[in-house]
């Protein structure tokens, strides 16, 4: 199984993940802080991360994602949506964007610090 790295506002996680899987998926069951305000479903961009290593080996992004990441901030080239991007069989190296830790704060408000 590839193994899928994070990184995060705290530091970096390898996580293992079966072909198939979405990235929003591993990172849900992995307690990864990537945010889904639409649970997952290519309806808003709170997912935005970028793909740093492996972007090459993962299927083109359909015109729904396209036009989801539109709305996203900070859109690079390399930016995916993780409800989108199902793992093949390749190492994948992940970075959270600040949009998506955030909406991940807002789901999760008892992790914020007071």
């Known amino acids: 199984m590839p193994n899928v790295t994070f990184i995060g ?20 069951r992995h307690d990864i802080m990537m945010g889904s ?15 740093r290593q492996g972007l090459q080996t993962l299927p083109e992004m359909s015109d729904a994602e396209s036009d989801r ?3 996203g901030f900070d859109v690079r080239a390399y930016s995916r949506l993780g409800c989108q991007v199902k793992v093949g069989t390749a190492d994948l190296v992940v970075e959270l964007t600040q949009e998506s830790i955030r909406t991940w704060y807002d789901e999760h408000p008892q992790a914020r610090k007071p």
């Open 37 to 51: 305000a639409c649970g997952g479903v290519c309806a808003c961009s709170s997912c935005h991360c970028y793909v």
């Open 9 to 28: 506002p705290h530091g970096t996680t390898v996580v293992e993940a079966a072909p198939g899987e979405t990235l929003l998926d591993v990172a849900e």
């Open 69 to 71: 990441l539109d709305m």
